[in-house]
């Protein structure tokens, strides 16, 4: 039986346990926009950059200002779509607005205190199985930092934001993937 998650984890940040080693997941940091017992969980990926702007792959009226916006890898499920959001610090935290439309987002970039973000797909979890990996301590849950704004949102991040946790936390982001190869 799956013990109760005391807190509705919409706006905490996910952290990959080392163990998760597979694909997108491996090191990575998940802002979850979402949360409910009901419904499950949606989040984005931070620290994947693609490598491309979305200029390179939309055209159009509707996306002129957005050109220049670096585009990352959100999660496994529709990685064909590009979605928008925009980060802003609010004193110690991060509101983070994800699903904007582009016109918002284009209204945005540019904007005091502003990280509009763009992301290719996104990481879903169905009932229960984000509070089920949580127990089987897959993730590590902790606060979105308006720190994170300043931060580069690339595979460093997950040592970085891991090696804040704690002093436990700080040795198994400088651990190296295989331990025991050295």
Known sequence: MLSEVPEDLGGKLLLADPSLREGLFHRSVIFLAEHSAEDGAFGIVLNRP?????GELL???EFRGLEDVPVHLGGPVSEENLMFGAMRKNG???DFRSRISAQEASKMVGEEGVKVVAYAGYAG???DQLEEEIENQAWFVTAASGELMRKRHDIA???SVMS?????HRILAEAPDEILAN
Do not use: A, N, R, T
């Open 50 to 54: 693609s490598g491309k702007k979305v």
């Open 125 to 127: 979890w169905s009932k």
């Open 164 to 168: 804040e946790l704690s002093p436990l």
């Open 92 to 94: 110690e935290s991060l």
């Open 157 to 159: 991040l997950w040592k």
């Open 59 to 61: 055209k159009g009226g």
